[in-house]
């Protein structure tokens, strides 16, 4: 992320803004949290050594997977029952079939 | 009956080429945000406020199927609930997948016991409840209209989700409504915009075809009570 890139429009947080004259970082971050307009990090929590791409590759493998897990297994039950629902009518019918002629 | 399967077909087409429009305009016209917000890692926001959209969006549907269902019994009624509630869970599980990973980036943990976080997994935990009861109570008219009144009183904990932020503070920013989590950049909302009516079109191509799904069991169930009676059901 390059300083000042027009595709990063927000990569100054309002704490470092330097027309800003006014708290330190860690009083802002907590009136930022007071009127609910930013992310606030857990105080005394590792803020470093979490890779950004990792977290997100990672958080679109699980969510995919989960929806396609669901989807599949949903697939796969509604072709049962079909194969079911085909089985059940093709005796039902023999079996009426069988009922008239006698 | 083919006009209802083209129709669907249409819906689930649809849905895919929504989804990979907005997968390509997150990441290749949605610029990142500040590092407060997680940079590179706050485009799972573009999926993760979407899925709790879905979440309350099924909700919704199983409450007014629900109440319908408590008023005059029906099997699609009851099919529509199922189906929502089963959905609500899907949705609900993909925001607690995504949540977490962002919050590490962003927060430096992956679960803290704040409001939103808290509220949004009892409103899990409850559309699970009502998956569980209507799958292993038992199919009589009792446990339906049980697990109807829970999924009508489920719905009551979500406008708590969406005004947890602003009543009882916490680590989220409000965004939807109060300008919040550094949506600055146009491209920004229009990928949350483009997340909500991808998410909306998937909520109805999975309730339809989970109460489609449920139809058939009930049909099946049917089957085999006649099968039965005419003395040709084997079991299975």
Same mark, same amino acid.
């Not at chain 1, 330097?18 to 708290?23: E, R, T, V």
């Not at chain 2, 940079?39 to 799972?44: D, E, R, T, Y």
């Not at chain 2, 939807?176 to 950049?185: E, M, R, T, Y």
């Given at each position: 992320m390059k300083e000042g890139d027009p595709l990063q429009p927000n990569a100054v947080p309002s704490a470092a803004a @330097?027309?800003?004259?006014? @708290?330190p970082a860690a009083a802002s971050a907590h009136s930022a949290a007071s009127d609910h307009s930013e992310f606030t990090a857990v105080r005394?929590? @590792?803020?470093?050594?979490?890779?950004a791409e990792l977290v997100l590759v990672l958080a679109y493998i699980l969510m995919w997977t989960v929806l396609l897990a669901f989807v599949y297994f949903g697939f796969r039950r509604q072709r049962r029952l079909a194969q079911r629902i085909e089985h059940l009518e093709h005796a039902l019918g023999a079996a009426e079939q069988d009922a008239r002629k006698e | 009956m083919q006009r209802t399967q083209l129709g669907f077909t249409l819906l689930a087409v649809s849905t895919a080429v929504v989804f990979a429009f907005s997968i390509g305009f997150i990441f290749l016209h949605t610029p990142a945000a500040q590092m407060a917000a997680g940079? $590179?890692?706050?485009? %799972?926001f573009y999926f993760h406020v979407p899925a709790a959209y879905a979440m309350y969006l099924s909700g919704l549907v199983c409450c007014i199927a629900s109440a319908a269902y408590l008023l005059s019994e029906s099997e699609t009624r009851n099919a529509l609930a199922q189906a929502a509630a089963e959905c609500a869970v899907v949705f609900g599980c993909l925001v607690m997948v995504s949540g977490p990973l962002w919050a590490k980036k962003a /927060? #430096? *943990?992956? /679960? +803290? /016991?704040e409001p939103r976080l808290t509220i949004s997994l009892l409103t899990l935990l409850v559309y699970v409840a009502v998956v569980l009861l209507r799958g292993?109570?038992?199919?009589g008219e009792a446990e339906k209209r049980f697990a109807a009144a829970l999924g009508v009183l489920g719905t009551f904990t979500l406008p708590f989700i969406h005004f947890a932020v602003s009543w009882w503070g916490g680590n989220?920013? +409000? *965004? %939807?409504? #109060?300008? #919040? #989590?550094? $949506?600055?950049?146009p491209a920004m909302r229009q990928a949350l915009y483009l997340g909500f009516f991808a998410m909306t079109l998937l909520a109805a191509v999975l309730i339809w075809s989970r109460t489609r799904l449920l139809g058939l069991s009930a049909r099946v169930e049917r089957l085999e009570h006649r099968a039965a009676t005419a003395g040709v059901y084997e079991g299975g």
């Open positions: @330097p027309a800003a004259p006014g @708290p005394g929590a @590792p803020q470093a050594g979490t890779s | 940079g $590179l890692a706050q485009k %799972i /927060w #430096g *943990v992956y /679960w +803290t /016991w292993f109570a038992g199919s989220h920013p +409000t *965004v %939807i409504g #109060g300008g #919040g #989590g550094g $949506l600055a950049h």
